[in-house]
């Protein structure tokens, strides 16, 4: 919440969701499933940005449509890997030029 709040990112989106609310990681297909029950949403036009291959993994196979890797989720540490996925250095990135 403390990056939420600094970042102001929240206005930008229907719902800004943590695994800790439904009590299974995103690794897990009971997370998104919870997820499903709890929020009407079209996985198929959701965005989902994590910086875990696992996750993004387990995201897509939920068929969530919008996957984006975090290539710097840490400014003092190296870009990462980020494999098949699209990536962006910051959540800034995605959002519309003003």
Known sequence: S???EQTGFTRHFDAVICSHDFGFPKEDQRFWQAI????????ARALFADDSLPVLRAAQKFGIGQ?????????TA?????GE???VETLA??????
């Not at 996957?67 to 400014?75: G, H, L, Q, S, Y």
């Open 85 to 87: 996925f699209a990536s």
């Open 93 to 98: 990135e995605l959002l519309p030029i003003n």
């Open 67 to 75: 996957i984006v890797a975090m290539r710097k989720p840490d400014t």
């Open 2 to 4: 403390l990056k939420l």
């Open 78 to 82: 190296p870009h990462r890997d980020t």
């Open 36 to 43: 499903r029950a709890t929020h009407e949403f079209n996985p």
